[in-house]
């Protein structure tokens, strides 16, 4: 019984995700925009436009939680003329029909108008960087942080290679990033590799992955992500407290003002799961970072709670917030049903 109601959630929810992003996106886009057209696009093909969106997802989970569902959705919806990108390690091109089949909710996210689901091979994604030596040396079974590790490597290379913006799975955009080659700063002298873009084969990404090389330390979690990004920030420029909400320049490098991505610091994360008194208006941030990798107690998005979190997936992920709606209540009739 439990693996039928699982069935009947995901199928539910695919369906729904499905319409509801139809009816909710199309509209608007008649007149206001002009959405990407999918129709025979290779991976070649999307991955050669230089204003992509990319999400990573370097574990073999093949079923995105709600989280990542609104994190693409609502890049979906702010760069509705650019392509978003996921990639995931556990797919392949022989199981992509497959997964689909098995995972209505994946195949829902790849039917949005914008949206694109490929597999991240790193082997071949490490080929001419300064990675592909050490990608073919590590010992990945001995690595504890290995899923993170390789993330901040995939994600150097990508957009070293491709262009573009990367993004967290975690981060849920609420307005467009107006300028391209940016880091965005965690605090005053501390970079994110949360959230970063750049043009393709931009000199600041290729020195990154040197020292990713020449500075390996598996055995520190983040030196090879934030903590690499920081100190290549710090060769370069002197780091000085922002006094204002403005961003600062370092070479041809934007380091974007905390608020711009984390108007609630880490060390608030649980903020996002409490009740506010009224909707902030986060008028100087481009997205929201809410810290899932802080969230040890597995805090979720609940509906009717009137979380802050909840607000959050109402305005910039309805679609999702919708469906999470409709599988709760097709939960609740099921188990009604299965009690009567």
């Known amino acids: 019984m439990l693996k039928e109601i699982q069935m009947f959630l995901c199928i539910f929810f695919a369906f729904a995700l499905g319409i509801f992003y139809e009816l909710s996106v199309e509209p608007g886009c008649l007149f206001a925009c002009k959405p990407i057209s999918k129709t025979f696009l290779t991976q070649k093909e999307v991955m050669t436009q230089g204003r992509k969106i990319i999400f990573l997802e370097t574990t073999d989970r093949l079923q995105p939680p709600p989280l990542v569902l609104c994190s693409v959705e609502s890049a979906a919806r702010i760069y509705l003329d650019r392509p978003i990108v996921f990639f995931m390690k556990g797919l392949d091109n022989n199981t992509l029909v497959d997964v689909k089949s098995s995972c209505p909710a994946l195949s829902a996210i790849s039917a949005m108008k914008n949206v694109f689901i490929f597999p991240l ?20 079974t001995q690595e504890k942080y290995w899923v993170y590790i390789s993330s901040d490597a995939s994600r150097l290379a990508m957009i070293w290679k491709y262009g573009g913006i990367y993004m967290d799975t975690d981060v849920i955009s609420i307005r467009p990033i107006p300028v391209t080659n940016f880091l965005a700063a965690q605090s005053s ?13 931009n ?38 407290n922002f006094h204002k909400i403005e961003d600062k320049r370092c070479h041809n490098i ?36 809410l810290w899932n990798f802080m ?23 309805p679609t999702t917030y919708w469906s999470l709606v409709q599988a709760a209540e097709g939960n609740k009739q099921m188990s009604l049903n299965k009690t009567s």
């Open 121 to 140: 091979k790193m082997d071949i994604l490490f080929q001419d960087t300064p990675l592909h030596p050490w990608y073919l040396k590590v010992n990945t």
């Open 254 to 289: 934007s380091f974007l003002h905390p608020q711009r991505f984390y108007p609630i610091s880490y060390q608030q994360w649980k903020k996002y799961y409490e009740v506010w008194d009224s909707m902030p208006d986060f008028n100087d941030s481009y997205a929201l970072h």
């Open 203 to 240: 000199w600041f990404l290729w020195d990154c992955m040197k020292n990713f090389v020449e500075n390996y330390n598996g055995d520190i979690w983040g030196n090879q992500g934030p903590y690499l990004m920081t100190r290549m920030l710090e060769g370069l420029c002197n780091l000085t």
């Open 295 to 317: 969230n040890h107690e597995r805090k979720n998005m609940t509906i009717g709670s009137n979380t802050l979190v909840e607000n959050i997936y109402k305005k910039y992920c």
């Open 189 to 201: 002298q501390f970079s994110s590799n949360g959230i970063f873009g750049f043009h393709q084969h």
